[in-house]
């Protein structure tokens, strides 16, 4: 898209203006609080419906609605129209939108499916740059220079889409872990069950087999729910399920008493104790809690480190390799902490098992004493486990809170037990063996089985979650992994690709100085590294060893890259809001260059306060007298002053008309000064040096046409040396030509000396002025290519001068004679 | 009349085709979850936990509609 004609009425400091661009480049030039701004700003209103200056940090109080228009205008009467040329289309389209309603933008709705991908570009901002943009691309830390680059990109997205990822892989491991925990409860009850210590399935296909034996039913030799009671006649004697069987409840009664027997209390307490001793050894340095938190970030950290050695967290610059050894050391240390932390987690998955194996019979308990109504019993029961699941909670995750105050070594070691414990337990046997008569082998056999049936269930139930969440675990993490490389390796390919074409615009900018310099653009996890080469030694950050003029240059290069590499020509127009200002005198002409060759298709509005620049700007060709627009004057009433006609000979012509020619007199010798000034830098031209710096048109003029002379001295021996008749022709009858020219300047020989006489023009009258007015506009245009428009200036080779060209490559004298050798 | 869209080749669609490309590839996925998270691409859904979650949830169940 390409802007052919752009009204602003009441936005921002301006309050009316029109401007045909016809898709061309426009400088807008003027002092500082001209109102040049408010263009860009209107530009900007008009794509995406807001005003960026408006908006971000600082901006607390500033409001479209208040701030946009301009002072003393209505919303309803401000407003931004514009003519464009969008791609593929030959008719033009009309936009417009409105302070009142700024999120509406009024156009055909047919093209509405067309200017869609262009407002998303919009929105993204790749069409602007100013200079704040283009220091935070330098100097902003990795982090922040990412998430800027990023949301050019457009790529917030993918750090949330990762996110999520992350989020769900580690849902994913929170659920494997409690599948396994929910085995190991399982396996518990069957260990309790089948009177077993450690579970093993031949200890209890054993138990079976022992019960089948006794039921008359052949042995089994596979475990499963379904094959416990397979093939078993129920003997007359057995009445299938009964409530309560006290011969294999004994068996929980039991299992609790070994719980509470002195092997099993110091067990637990060495268990406990050292889980004390390596929780009170570590909480007691806070450093080392600090590096367990950090391990993880220290282990990233690690494979992030810049090449250039700058921390991927802080942005903070360190020596080569100093980070890293600094790093490598605390990860050491957190390694060792590591290594406790596993210890600990060791120990308390070996107590919560001592727990899951009481629970077991401590719930199949409290149920049959619900069962034979010995509801006191029952709830002892039950309150003892609700204390113990509360500490297989927290020794689930012992470093955020164990040991709770509540659980003290003594109570720890007898799990939590009642202290009547003993005398509740033997109540509680004795009142289930007065009410309950004691079983015959067969029917405590077939209870056995029907309860181990029960645990093999539980076991299996949690078996199959288990595969299940096995299967959901890898899925999860297959999502993240592929995501990640998928990111990583776009990233790696967009990032080499900027960095090229980065480095390729900053090389063509800064010339011979800097014909090795290279960039690396990298996305190291969240951060994005930058660094570049410095004059052949070593990559580095850009803002650490080079000037701030050559900051701004790769500012403003990288956003040329990455706006290139992301528009796609989708908008073909860019507006540098006052950053050419950052361009050193000495790199102006390259940057022109820049802008008119590498991106000829592209339509720039660029702002400068500097007049030279602006004028810079058109004498390469880069802008036209019909679209370079001076601003002046601005005032609150009016906004700024327009000068549409900023061609030096209309606005002489202008003073000319209204008899003023005293201002036509001054307005040809500063703007012949400053024309000269950029002849003599174009042709490389001997200038009388002043210490003060104070030249004028009496250093300038000489010089410029002695320059012109000689050029064109060398331009027709070359031409002769290679037996260019015809070219020898033309340049002999340019010689004529200018000489001709010239002389008409000097006509009035008392304007030889310039600090007298140039001022003295103010003192003609027009008809004398007229002649020289005509006489000099003729020789401004013999440094000027009629086709382009631009200066023309010297083409090397190296150190040797190859041609005179101008911007289009109409002209091109060849300088270099034909070797006789 | 050349018609303009959002760039395919930006840098967000790519990630997102060379994401779906290894999932294809991968193989053990299993077609229904690389379509469903394409369907989560194009709703902008897939940044949102809940929705991968239910769709992992549904892959096990065998319950997740064909798109």
């Known amino acids: 898209m390409k802007i052919i004609e752009l009204q602003i009425r009441n936005i921002r400091g301006i309050r009316s203006l029109d401007m045909t661009p016809s898709g061309q480049n426009i400088v807008i030039w003027g002092p500082n609080g001209a109102g040049k701004s408010a263009v860009v700003d209107a530009i900007d209103f008009l794509l995406t419906g807001r005003i960026a200056r408006l908006t971000g940090p600082g901006t607390r109080g500033i409001t479209l609605r208040r701030h946009g228009p301009h002072i003393d205008a209505d919303p309803q009467d401000a407003e931004v129209r514009a003519l464009v040329q969008l791609p593929g289309l030959a008719e033009m389209i009309e936009l417009k939108r409105h302070m009142a309603n700024p999120g509406v933008l009024i156009h055909d709705p047919e093209v509405a499916a067309r200017l869609q991908p262009i407002l998303l570009v919009a929105n993204r901002r790749l069409h602007m740059l100013s200079r704040k943009e283009i220091l935070s691309f330098i100097t902003s830390e990795s982090a922040s220079r990412a998430e800027q680059i990023q949301e050019l990109l457009d790529l917030s997205e993918v750090e949330e889409v990762r996110r999520a990822l992350v989020s769900v892989a580690n849902e994913s491991d929170q659920t494997l872990e409690a599948n396994q925990r929910s085995i190991e409860r399982a396996r518990a009850s069957i260990n309790v069950t089948a009177q077993t210590d450690v579970f093993s399935d031949e200890a209890v296909v054993a138990f079976v087999n022992h019960g089948r034996k006794v039921l008359g039913a052949e042995p089994i030799s596979r475990l499963g729910s379904d094959q416990l009671k ?108 590591r290594e406790e932390q596993g210890r600990i987690a060791q120990l308390s998955g070996l107590m919560v098992k001592y727990i899951d194996n009481a629970l077991a019979s401590l719930d199949k308990l409290s149920a049959s004493l619900k069962v034979a109504s010995l509801p006191e019993s029952a709830q002892i029961l039950r309150n003892w486990a609700a204390s113990l699941r509360s500490l297989s909670e927290i020794l689930s995750d012992p470093m955020a809170t164990y040991p709770a105050s509540e659980f003290v070594e003594d109570q720890v070691k007898r799990l939590l037990a009642p202290e009547d414990a003993d005398q509740v337990l033997n109540r509680a046997m004795t009142d289930l063996i007065a009410r309950y008569p004691e079983a015959s082998p067969e029917q405590t056999a077939w209870d056995s089985l029907t309860r ?72 190291e996890g969240p951060g994005l590294s930058f660094g570049v080469d410095f004059y052949g030694r070593g990559i580095h950050p850009p803002h650490a060893l080079h000037s701030e003029g050559h900051q701004d240059s790769m500012g403003i290069c990288l956003y040329m890259a990455l706006a290139e590499r992301l528009t796609k020509g989708i908008i073909s127009f860019k507006v540098l809001d006052d950053v050419v200002m950052s361009v050193d005198s000495s790199h102006r002409r390259k940057f022109c260059t820049l802008l008119s060759e590498f991106f000829p298709n592209t339509q720039f509005i660029i702002t400068t306060h500097d007049r030279t620049w602006a004028n810079q700007l058109r004498t390469e060709g880069l802008v036209s007298k019909d679209t370079i627009i001076e601003f002046y004057n601005w005032d609150i009433e009016t906004g700024p002053y327009v000068n549409l006609d900023t061609d030096l000979w209309q606005r002489v012509d202008t003073h000319l008309r209204s008899g003023d020619i005293s201002g036509a007199a001054a307005l040809m010798r500063t703007g012949s000064e400053s024309f000269f000034a950029f002849v003599c830098d174009s042709f490389e031209s001997q200038v009388r040096f002043r210490l003060d710096g104070r030249n004028d048109l009496g250093d300038f003029l000489p010089s410029a046409v002695g320059a012109y002379n000689s050029r064109l001295r060398s331009a027709k021996k070359a031409a002769q040396s290679w037996s260019q008749q015809e070219a020898f022709d033309q340049l002999n009858e340019l010689a004529s030509t200018a000489s001709q020219i010239y002389q008409r300047t000097l006509a009035e020989q008392w304007t030889v000396n310039a600090a007298i006489h140039f001022n003295n023009w103010a003192n003609l009258g027009k008809e004398d002025f007229i002649p020289i007015r005509e006489a000099f506009q003729d020789l401004h245009a013999l440094f000027v290519c009629q086709n382009c428009g631009a200066v023309l200036h010297l083409a090397k080779q190296g150190p040797q001068l190859d041609a005179l060209r101008c911007g289009c490559g109409q002209i091109n004298w060849n300088l270099v004679e034909k070797s006789t050798s | 009349m050349e018609q303009i869209s959002e760039p395919d080749d930006s840098p967000l669609a790519k990630i997102f085709q060379r994401y779906l490309d290894r999932l294809n590839a991968d193989g053990t996925i299993g077609l229904e979850l690389v379509q469903h998270v394409a369907e989560l691409m194009r709703s902008e859904k897939l940044t949102d936990p809940s929705e991968i979650q239910k769709a992992l949830g549904q892959l096990e169940r065998g319950t997740i509609e064909d798109h």
Not at chain 1, 261 to 273: N, R, V, Y
Not at chain 1, 488 to 499: C, G, K, M, P, Q
């Open chain 1, 230 to 337: 397979q093939d078993i006649s129920l003997p007359r004697s057995v009445t299938g399920e009964q409530s309560i069987n006290v011969s294999v409840l004994e068996r929980d009664f039991q299992n609790l008493g070994t719980t509470f027997g002195t092997k099993s209390q110091q067990a637990i307490m060495a268990l406990d104790s050292q889980l004390r001793a390596l929780l009170s050894s570590i909480r007691s340095d806070p450093r080392r809690i600090r590096l367990l938190q950090k391990r993880e970030l220290l282990r990233l950290g690690l494979s992030l480190i810049e090449e250039t050695g700058e921390c991927p967290l802080c942005g903070k610059d360190w020596p080569i390799g100093e980070l890293k050894s600094h790093l490598e050391t605390h990860l050491e240390e957190a390694n060792a902490a």
């Open chain 1, 452 to 523: 181990l049936e029960e645990n093999f269930k539980a076991l299996e139930s949690a078996q199959a979650s288990y595969e299940g969440a096995v299967e959901r675990h890898r899925r999860a993490h297959a999502l993240h992994d592929h995501f990640v490389a998928a990111r990583d390796e776009v990233l790696w390919n967009l990032y080499r690709e900027i960095s090229l074409r980065f480095s390729e615009l900053y090389r063509h900018l800064h010339g011979p100085d800097e014909n090795y310099f290279e960039a690396r653009i990298a996305a």
